[in-house]
């Protein structure tokens, strides 16, 4: 699916272009925006969708070609 590696690409890299995992990705996003911020709100409801496409995403990535 296209949007399972568009969401791979954002929930991996930080805003500086930094690698990340999905966790630390999450995380990033809490302590930049704070726990009540509407964005953070919607990353935590989104937040299981968004694991299980990283998950599809590299499980595919490691199929061979």
């Known amino acids: 699916m296209s ?8 929930m991996t890299t930080g ?7 999905v966790m630390e990705r999450l995380a990033e996003i809490r302590e930049r925006y704070g726990p009540d911020d509407l964005v953070t709100r919607f990353w935590k409801k989104a937040e299981p969708a968004l694991i299980e496409a990283v998950r599809r995403t590299q499980a595919r990535a490691a199929q061979p070609m």
């Open 3 to 10: 949007s399972d590696a568009l969401w791979y690409a954002d």
């Open 15 to 21: 805003p500086d272009g930094q690698d990340f995992t």
